[in-house]
């Protein structure tokens, strides 16, 4: 079956621009997460959504940041004004289901490169 | 807070040697703990885990055992293949109102020659 799919793979744009990411999770997952990998901060936690709601927001570095879920499915992560610091690969990933459950494994998709000129 | 913590990299080695590459980490209540491979060019893949103390998770060769007393999810694996060549990261779950989020190690770079 299909996995997780993000686009664009691939995004460069000046600084100051607003970006829009794009995941797409696995059918029927219904934890939804956004993490962000940096040469600098590693693997870190952006925010989590379980169906279209966001219990946890905590990862999302400043008020540039946002994101929301439609239709228990498709996420948009989108990023104001960006700045250079912002450049990163950012991973989507997806599970069966978050809420009080440790052991459910997440599948990350490709993760989108962005770049920030 | 969460935190988990991996041996410095890179590591080298040569084919058929034995690979161990340390994990330990904090956290309070039980957390689930895996390990994720990155292969070149790929995404981050689920290689093993292990729900609760002295679980071995196992795939693909390699195993590590959920150790409460050390706080600790060594990677170990008998003999490296070329193909083995990637970037591994530990990660923990802490579950409850963490909502299943992973707090990864750093990353461990592992080359093996032929």
């Known amino acids: 079956g299909a996995g997780v799919s993000q686009s664009p793979s691939n995004k460069v744009t000046e600084k100051g621009k607003d970006v829009e990411l794009r995941c797409d999770p696995i059918?029927?997952?219904?934890?939804l997460y956004w993490y962000r990998q940096s040469l600098g901060q590693g693997l870190e936690f952006l925010i989590y959504?379980?169906?279209?709601?966001?219990?946890?927001k905590s990862g999302l570095p400043s008020d540039r940041f946002s994101a929301e879920r439609t239709g228990g499915s498709v996420s948009t992560l989108t990023i104001q004004r960006t700045q250079q610091e912002d450049s990163a690969v950012y991973l989507c990933?997806?599970?069966?289901?978050?809420?009080?459950?440790?052991?459910?494994?997440?599948?990350f998709g490709d993760g989108t490169r962005l770049s920030i000129l | 807070g969460d935190s988990v913590t991996q041996m410095e990299g890179p590591v080298t080695l040569s084919e058929e040697a034995f690979l161990t590459i340390n994990c330990t980490y904090t956290?309070?209540?039980?957390?689930?703990l895996f390990w994720y491979v990155q292969y070149p060019g790929e995404g981050l893949q689920l290689l093993l885990k292990?729900?609760?103390?002295?679980d071995k998770g196992s795939n693909k060769g390699f195993e590590a055992t959920y150790r409460k007393e050390t706080t600790s999810f060594h990677l170990e694996k008998g003999s490296v293949q070329v193909s083995d060549s990637a970037v591994y990261f530990c990660?923990?779950?802490?579950?409850?109102?963490?909502?299943?989020?992973?707090?990864f190690g750093q990353g461990t770079i592992l080359t093996v020659h032929p």
């Open positions: 292990a729900t609760k103390a002295d």
């Open positions: 990933a997806s599970s069966l289901t978050g809420w009080g459950y440790s052991n459910q494994p997440q599948h």
């Open positions: 959504f379980q169906g279209n709601s966001a219990p946890d």
């Open positions: 956290a309070t209540g039980y957390p689930s």
């Open positions: 990660a923990l779950s802490a579950g409850g109102t963490s909502y299943g989020k992973l707090t």
């Open positions: 059918s029927g997952h219904t934890a």
